[in-house]
């Protein structure tokens, strides 16, 4: 069955970065998309971007831009997020969901920016 | 951005009762290629969302048919009924049609 895994939760420093991952298996990932998304705890969901992994390419919601880079590694079926120059408004639980349907979704990650 | 606009933000219901919750778009989410990419979503309290419904009145695999998508243009519909305890949660409307993609922000169903 499809299953998306993310990685543990995350306490970083404001500046600092992080990089996320979403661990997949249970469907061809090299030819699927992934999108990743932001929740705010009791808000709405915000997509961040997209990536396909068959040639890594892109899609960002301009708020996201400079913010936010997808990455693929097809060799282990992996998808990452990073996440730059983090602020306190940064800190959320983030999501990746696959395809463009967002069918299946990660148990979400919580992320947390503070000194 | 297309703006999603969900109502009620909340309502209660009686378990076996019927609900419906509506999402307007500020566009129209009729893509250039015929399809209308309206989905919904539950977001059970602690879960990650789920998806429910895809194109408007399309069932994602094992939903139940209590569960009901319909609309067109720029308003929706999800009807839920004979409403069971494992329904409470989080209704999210998402469109798919122009990026950046955008939801709603949230119908809050509660079990009376």
């Known amino acids: 069955q499809v299953k998306l895994q993310q990685s543990g939760a995350e306490l970083v420093k404001p500046g600092a970065s992080v990089k996320l991952s979403c661990k997949t298996s249970?469907?061809?990932?090299?030819?699927?998309?992934m999108s990743w998304f932001k929740q705010i705890p009791g808000q709405s969901i915000e997509w961040i971007g997209m990536?396909?992994?068959?040639?890594?390419?892109?899609g960002y919601n301009q708020k996201f831009k400079g913010k936010a880079t997808l990455t693929v590694d097809t060799s282990s079926s992996t998808a990452y997020m990073d996440l730059s120059s983090l602020t306190t408004e940064d800190s959320a639980v983030y999501f990746c969901?696959?395809?463009?349907?967002?069918?299946?979704w990660g148990q979400g990650v919580m992320v947390t920016v503070s000194s | 951005d297309v703006v999603m606009t969900q109502t009620p933000v909340s309502l209660s219901v009686s378990l076996g009762g019927q609900v419906s919750i509506s999402c307007r778009s500020s566009?129209?989410?009729?893509?250039?290629?015929?399809?209308?990419?309206l989905s919904w979503y539950l977001q059970k309290p602690g879960q990650s969302p789920q998806l429910l419904i895809y194109?408007?009145?399309n069932r994602f695999s094992g939903i139940s048919d209590r569960f009901s998508g319909s609309g067109s243009g720029t308003d929706f519909t999800l009807k839920i009924s004979r409403v069971e305890p494992d329904d409470l949660g989080v209704y999210y409307c998402?469109?798919?049609?122009?990026?950046?993609?955008?939801f709603g922000s949230g119908t809050k169903l509660e079990i009376k």
């Open positions: 969901a696959r395809g463009t349907g967002f069918d299946y």
């Open positions: 249970g469907y061809t990932f090299s030819t699927s998309y």
């Open positions: 990536i396909y992994a068959g040639d890594g390419g892109t």
């Open positions: 566009q129209s989410l009729v893509h250039n290629n015929g399809n209308t990419y």
């Open positions: 194109k408007v009145s």
């Open positions: 998402g469109q798919g049609t122009q990026y950046p993609l955008t």
